[in-house]
Each structure stands twice: as C-alpha cells, then as structure tokens.
T-cell receptor, first 119, second 112 residues
Framework: GAGVSQSPRYKVAKRGQDVALRCDPI?????LFWYQQALGQGPEFLTY????????KSGLPSDRFFAERPEGSVSTLKIQRTQQEDSAVYLC?????????????????FGPGTRLLVL | QQQVKQSPQSLIVQKGGISIINCAYE??????FPWYQQFPGKGPALLIA?????SEKKEGRFTISFNKSAKQFSLHIMDSQPGDSATYFC???????????FGAGTTVTVRA
C-alpha cells in the first residue's frame, strides 16, 4: 500500500467495553510501533514489534492493553474494559529495518490514527 | 516525565514571516533529533532531522539549529506559507533505539 493505514478511524466505546484497533503497516516493513497521543500532547510510545516479536511493551499503561502482530505484518492493539482515561488518538508507525540491521535511525512512517472516545 | 520540552504551545505568523519553535532536552545520550509535521486528521510525518555532530541543517525553507552545550534545538520556518499551518513536534532518541520521545507540540498558524 501507499502508506500505513489504521482502522477504524473513529471509535466510541462505553466504559467497560473492549476495543480492537487495527494497523496495516507499509508492506515489507520490519518494525512496527504503537503510540498514544492525548489531546494537545505529543505521541507517547506504547510498544514495539520487530516482525512478529514484541520486543518492548514498556509503554503500555496497564495490563488492560494488549498488542499482537502474529504474522509479522498487520497488528492489533486491544484495550480491555476501557476507561475514560483511555480516550486518545492511537497512532501506528512502521519502519523498514529492524534494530540489528541499522545503526542509524530509520524513519518512522505514521498512520492517520484511531481516535478513541470512551464515554 | 517529559524528556523533551517544547515551546511555544502555539504561534501565529504572517505569510512570508519566520516561525521559530524551540526544544530542550535533558538526556545527554540523545543523538538524533527529528521534527515531525502533523496536519489535522493525519499522522505525524518526518520533516527534517539532525544529529549533534552538526550545528545546523537546512532543507528548503526549514532549518534546524542545534546547540549541544545548551541541550537545545530549534526549528526555523522561513518565508512561512499558509500551507505550513500545522502542528510541529520535536523529538529525540539515541542510536540503536527505536522509541521517540516527543515534545508537546506547537500549533503554527500562518495568516495570508
């Protein structure tokens, strides 16, 4: 595809509902990232995948957040029992290389995000 | 804990003017400083980036100035155009890492 795509673009959930957010990275990109962007703030790192391996989940705010990338391409971020403080834009980004392949920083290409509103 | 502090929160500039956005960081291990541009409803897109071995980098109307001793870097948008109206984020990371630490963002409005 031409870029990173995310779906749905908007999601309204009632408090306590589970939600699943999808990310389709650029084809062939090894690295995939999830960020959370609160209103009026910069993105904050949630988790990182290199192919299907989740190498870092240190930014996930609680055990209600779970991410997977089972075949090393599409990724899903799942939030269980949503709370109002989960309301944010969830951004997915991908980059071409994995950690061991490049000393220098690879450009991260961001999707348009999913805006989640928890009522 | 915000590792990169960005200012101002917003600015308004006339067409043809200069927009200046400043960022400061604490972590001396940071060695890669990208700037991202974000339009409403879109994800951030890489605009320009600098490493601390140079003090300035210019790409078209966009220039990054870097002051390693002060741990500060800034983005200058020369000859600002209405199409530059967007939110700009500075960020920082270090070699062999992948996490970007973003500033809070600056909303730039260019008046025609």
């Amino acid at each position: 595809g031409a870029g990173v795509s995310q779906s749905p673009r908007y999601k309204v959930a009632k408090r306590g509902q589970d939600v699943a957010l999808r990310c389709d990275p650029i084809s062939g990109h090894v690295s995939l990232f999830w960020y959370q962007q609160a209103l009026g703030q910069g993105p904050e790192f949630l988790t990182y995948f290199q192919n299907e391996a989740q190498l870092d989940k240190s930014g996930l705010p609680s055990d209600r957040f779970f991410a997977e990338r089972p075949e090393g391409s599409v990724s899903t971020l799942k939030i269980q029992r949503t709370q109002q403080e989960d309301s944010a834009v969830y951004l997915c980004a991908s980059s071409l290389a994995g950690l061991a392949e490049s000393v220098y920083q690879e450009t991260q290409y961001f999707g348009p995000g999913t805006r989640l509103l928890v009522l | 804990q915000q590792q990169v502090k960005q200012s101002p929160q917003s600015l308004i500039v006339q067409k043809g003017g200069i927009s200046i956005i400043n960022c400061a960081y604490e972590n001396t291990a940071f060695d890669y400083f990208p700037w991202y541009q974000q339009f409403p409803g879109k994800g951030p897109a890489l605009l320009i980036a600098i490493r601390p071995d140079v003090s300035e980098k210019k790409e078209g109307r966009f220039t990054i100035s870097f002051n390693k001793s002060a741990k500060q870097f800034s983005l200058h948008i020369m000859d600002s155009q209405p199409g530059d109206s967007a939110t700009y984020f500075c960020a920082a990371t270090y070699s062999n890492d992948y996490k970007l630490s973003f500033g809070a963002g600056t909303t730039v409005t260019v008046r025609a």
